[in-house]
């Protein structure tokens, strides 16, 4: 009887290491419900499962940056180097030009190169404990479950650090413009209202920076979302006919939103990443020229110790660690605004 258990297992794991990924994966993965409770000592953790939670892991990190407001941004993962970081040559500055020149030989205008050394972040999730019981027992559905809480973290750790990059700190005039929204009182009267009007401003120091007009890209704040929805008919048109993140595109800007945003202070200054809000602080908006950031994904490695190994617990420990960066690469093309405050 053990023996024709063990033929179960045996199958059960060739369907699982052969199975290709999609709708064969569920097939594969519905063939480890038939593993009988009491299966050999081993059967299930010998090499076999470790490599499935391979293929699941990258399979659900290749669709991560789709339909987000990092999709499209130039990805510098090919350059990655030993040490999980990017080089990047800054020139310098831009080549004057002469006009109707007569003058010769002509000037030469040095480029002082400069090169920029990135160091991906290092993500790493806490372990998660997985017992041999519940392994013995074969819930179908709990690997994937697993591999899904690990990577929607390290997904979401990813976008909120992103778009907080891509927010400039402060305002600085014709570089990086932060202002403060200018509509109509909120609801609670303490708040400014986000407008059309803000936009077109927007757009105004977009134009003055000479910002390319393909490639503008203006992620909104949740609060910024329900302004417009309120007061805008065009806006609200756009917004239930959206898809892929993408909203539509309104005064040359490609719209997004995203839940978590960057925190500024009243006076326009970003707060640090993670730091809790403060009374004043509120969230902004952000808008950034696509070609200006970069993105970057280096190693990428899960770890699982296995139950054998564990005579105390009996149990199996599972997380995963990613490098990562996406940032701009000068500081510059980017503006932030944020709810301006109403006067008492």
Known sequence: MKFIKFIV??????????????????????ALSLIPTGAPAGSLRSGLIPEVWTKEFVKRFNHIDQGTFLDGIPDYSQFVRQGNTIHLIDFGCDPDVLVNNTDYPIAVQ?????????PLDKLTTKATPISDDTLIDVKAEFIPAVIEAHRVKISEYRLDKSIYNFAPSKNIDGKTPVFATTGEADETGKRKRFSKADVIALKKKFDEMEVPTQGRRLVLCPDHVADLLMVDQAFQQQYYNY?????????GFDIYEYVKMPLYTSAGNKKGFGVAASTG??????AFYVQSM???????????????????????????????????????AMAAIYSGAVSQ
């Not at 040095?110 to 990135?118: G, T, Y």
């Not at 898809?243 to 005064?251: A, P």
């Not at 970057?296 to 199996?316: H, I, V």
């Open 110 to 118: 040095e480029m002082e190169n400069a090169d920029i050394a990135i």
């Open 243 to 251: 898809s892929s993140g993408v909203i539509s595109k309104m005064f």
């Open 294 to 332: 970069a993105k970057a994904t280096g190693e990428r490695r899960q770890y699982r110790s296995d139950a054998s190994t564990d005579p105390l617990y009996q149990r199996n420990l599972y997380n995963v660690r990613e490098y990562f960066f996406a940032a701009p690469k000068r500081s510059n």
């Open 281 to 286: 602080d509120t969230m902004a908006s952000v």
């Open 9 to 30: 297992c045996l199958v059960a794991a060739f369907a699982i290491g052969t199975a290709s990924f999609g709708a064969g994966a569920g097939v594969a993965f519905a």
